[in-house]
């Protein structure tokens, strides 16, 4: 099994709560920061999917704290494929989130699907962007879709 997606990220002055830490919906913005970063790496950055009137959609978060995150602190955050529809219509992505250390910070569970931006309805990518979800590293449990 292939390595997932990740990148390096900070956690910055606005990523924090009153208590001086990452705060929940930084985690929210990060994950989908990286997943667009893995698009974009695989050849569509987000004009391409202004050019297609094409968009991911987020349907469902489920987000989980196992330590906090401090001002400046680097962490990793991953991305893999955790679930995805026949038609690749839906798909379910699994961020996490680690410290330098390689332990687990948060992890991000998010239900996705795309948007026909033009119909305003949900729809299967084109090909080379199926191809994209399909090739993302896939979770251990990863789980067909219906």
């Known amino acids: 099994m292939s390595e997932?997606?990740?990148h390096t990220i900070y956690v910055g002055w606005g990523d924090?709560?009153?208590?001086?830490?990452?705060?929940?919906?930084?985690?929210?913005?990060?994950?989908?920061?990286?997943?667009?970063?893995y698009f974009a790496a695989r050849?569509?950055?987000m004009r391409e999917f202004e050019r297609l009137r094409l968009g991911p959609v987020v349907r469902r978060d489920e987000l989980e704290?196992?330590?906090e995150m401090r001002l400046?602190?680097?962490?990793?955050?991953t991305?893999?494929?955790?679930?995805?529809?026949?038609?690749?219509?839906?798909f379910r992505v699994r961020?996490?989130?680690?410290?330098?250390?390689?332990?687990?910070?948060?992890r991000v569970i998010s239900d996705c699907a795309w948007l026909d931006q033009e119909a305003r309805k949900l729809t299967?990518?084109?090909?080379?962007?199926?191809?994209c979800l399909k090739e993302l590293a896939r979770t251990e449990d990863f789980a067909e879709l219906p």
Do not use: C, I, K, W
């Open 4 to 6: 997932p997606f990740s």
């Open 16 to 37: 924090l709560d009153a208590n001086g830490h990452m705060r929940n919906t930084a985690y929210l913005d990060r994950s989908a920061d990286v997943r667009m970063m």
């Open 72 to 77: 400046l602190e680097s962490v990793r955050v």
């Open 124 to 131: 299967a990518p084109p090909e080379q962007l199926a191809l």
């Open 43 to 45: 050849g569509f950055p």
């Open 79 to 90: 991305l893999a494929m955790a679930g995805l529809s026949a038609d690749n219509a839906r």
């Open 95 to 106: 961020n996490e989130f680690f410290r330098e250390d390689g332990r687990v910070v948060a």
């Open 65 to 67: 704290y196992y330590r």
